[in-house]
């Protein structure tokens, strides 16, 4: 018995012939195109569960298909694969209807898992009756990294764009709370509304209320003149309240009567105000503990995590260090008017090793600083490192190894036990999956083999 209808289009005749026998392996009834304008001429006749297509072909791209097919047949999923890894090409496949994405070159089990869960989502649809999803493209900016981890949240970010639900982001602090709050906005209808940002634990607890919802004239002694709070002027827009957690219980009521009833009351006012925003909050607290421990009210909760995203910590998507290390010192370097830095392979790898408690908020000021102070062309190990030693056990900047029988080791052994415990770290993340790992290190597989077998890490 087939397990499901596939169409599959990609101008790479090698690429297409390997994924239609693959699939054909798993059961699956496979029809390839090699452009397309071929698979809508044969789409019709074959009719297919999914469509899984590349974007970059002669004549029509990808998307331009994916539009065909979302307005012609918006019953047939698509899945979008792409040799260009990029944030914006994430979240506007997810934005323009597709079903998911994924990066060439393709790791056939995470394709085949990908496939799986979009055609388990086809029959829960159409069991609910529910109809496809579609929604406008407008790229976000600011987000660096394409581990799975985050292109899960891209594709969150995609999701949410034709939503006005509440987001509640979760995540330990520096891990980007605000940019992916800034790119929901800038993916949604409320694009051309303010984006107006809060730190909720930067304002005294007595202030709080009259910052975000204002005041009227003589409601407090100070208060000369009537003041306009944070929701109105975000109206129209985005409303981002950083650090919810750490909101005192009173404020907390009232914001829930806003989520609620989408109206509040100046401090001192007798006459309600609507609410015309939508809130994103943000929290580095686990909101549960919070609410277990009485702190935190359970019912606000439930109100803010209409949507939620977990950011992930950086120790946990170390492969897009090198990503966000090149982007940054090239911020840095303009910022500051001068050539950035060549980052060397041995600075990497110490950097990829680092546990960066402070995530990229910490990995951004420490490459900003010896950026800066660079006294060459080439970052050092010196520039980059504080007084943390990498996880190998090699001390750095200060931190002195201890002594031992043989005497210092050589930059080469330096070296050598740095790359050891990067690939090694970097198989753990992908779970051995070999394909995935000499992508993530931007190596062939001879290499990735050569490199296991000379650091005896697995079997190869």
Not at 157 to 170: C, H, K, N, P, W
Not at 346 to 361: C, I
Not at 366 to 388: E, I, K, N
Not at 403 to 427: C, F, K, M, N, Q
């Amino acid at each position: 018995m087939s397990q499901g209808r596939l169409m599959v289009v990609d101008d790479d005749r090698a690429l297409r012939e390997t994924l239609r026998d693959h699939l054909l392996e798993l059961g699956f009834e496979v029809l390839a195109a090699e452009s397309g304008s071929g698979a809508l001429n044969r789409i019709a006749d074959f009719s297919p569960d999914l469509v899984l297509s590349d974007v970059q072909m002669p004549g029509m791209s990808g998307f331009e298909l994916l539009g065909h097919l979302r307005e012609k047949r918006p019953d047939t999923d698509v899945v979008i694969f792409t040799g260009h890894a990029d944030v914006d090409g994430a979240i506007n496949a997810i934005k323009a209807g597709a079903c998911d994405y994924l990066i060439k070159p393709l790791d056939l089990d995470e394709a085949e898992e990908v496939i799986q869960r979009c055609l388990e989502k086809r029959r829960s649809a159409r069991s609910a009756g529910a109809p496809a999803e579609m929604s406008p493209a407008a790229p976000p900016h600011g987000l660096v990294g394409m581990h799975p981890r985050m292109v899960d949240v891209y594709k969150a970010i995609g999701g949410m764009a034709s939503s006005d639900a509440t987001v509640l982001l979760q995540g330990e602090t520096g891990t980007g709370k605000e940019l992916v709050a800034r790119a929901i906005h800038e993916s949604s209808s409320r694009v051309r509304g303010p984006f107006v940002g809060v730190n909720c634990a930067a304002v005294p607890a007595e202030l709080l209320e009259s910052e975000l919802f204002g005041h009227v004239k003589g409601a407090f002694t100070g208060a000369a003149a009537d003041r306009r709070g944070k929701f109105e002027a975000a109206a129209g827009g985005t409303l981002f309240l950083d650090e919810i957690g750490d909101t005192a219980p009173e404020f907390q009521a009232k914001l829930l009567r806003v989520l609620q009833e989408r109206e509040f009351y100046p401090v001192g006012g007798d006459a309600p105000r609507r609410a015309d925003v939508r809130v994103i909050a943000a929290t580095h607290h686990a909101l549960a503990e919070r609410v277990a421990a009485g702190t935190f009210r359970q019912d606000l909760l439930y109100r803010l995590q209409v949507l939620e995203i977990q950011l992930p910590p950086l120790r946990e998507r170390r492969s897009d260090i090198p990503h966000l290390v090149r982007y940054l010192v090239a911020r840095a370097a303009a910022a500051a008017g001068i050539t950035p830095p060549v980052v060397p392979p041995d600075v990497m790898a110490h950097l990829a090793g680092r546990e960066w408690p402070g995530n990229v908020r910490e990995l951004e000021n420490v490459l900003t600083r010896a950026t800066v102070l660079s006294a060459g062309p080439a970052l050092t190990l010196a520039d980059v490192a504080g007084c943390a030693r990498h996880p190998s056990g090699v001390g750095v900047a200060g931190a002195t190894p201890p002594p031992s029988e043989a005497g210092p080791a050589t930059l080469e052994a330096v070296r050598s036990s740095v790359e050891r415990d990067h690939v090694r770290r970097i198989l753990d993340e992908v779970g051995g999956n070999k394909s995935r790992a000499a992508r993530v290190l931007g190596v062939s597989r001879p290499t990735l083999n050569r490199l296991i077998r000379d650091h005896q890490l697995v079997a190869s």
